[in-house]
């Protein structure tokens, strides 16, 4: 079964670009999330995220990949997110 994205990236630019977010993006690591759009979110990564082969509507396919982060406040509450959204991620200090 093939996954989609609302987004998938060919040029290997923007492949290297999303690459070098994962070493900020180890497990178990708190982090703020700057997205594109401006918002924040905060959270502990789950599993380090991946850069994985996609189709979009049009069935192209290409390449981006998901975090999950479970949230500082209430970790059963998952936060998903596509790395091709992220502008820039902050390590945090341990949250008690």
């Known amino acids: 079964m ?3 994205a609302p987004t998938i990236h060919t040029h290997q630019a923007d492949i290297a670009a999303l690459e070098a977010l994962l070493p900020q993006l ?5 982090v703020e999330v700057t997205l594109k759009d401006g918002s924040r ?3 502990t990564v789950a599993v380090q995220p ?3 082969q996609y189709r979009d509507a049009d069935e192209n396919e290409g390449t981006n990949g998901e ?3 479970d ?3 209430d970790p059963a509450q998952q ?3 596509w790395l091709d959204q992220i502008a820039s991620v902050s390590e ?4 008690p």
């Open 2 to 4: 093939s996954r989609y």
């Open 26 to 30: 180890k497990g178990q690591t708190q």
């Open 41 to 43: 979110v905060s959270g």
């Open 50 to 52: 991946t850069v994985q």
């Open 67 to 69: 975090l999950r982060l």
């Open 71 to 73: 949230d500082l406040n």
């Open 79 to 81: 936060h998903l997110l």
């Open 92 to 95: 945090l200090p341990p949250h």
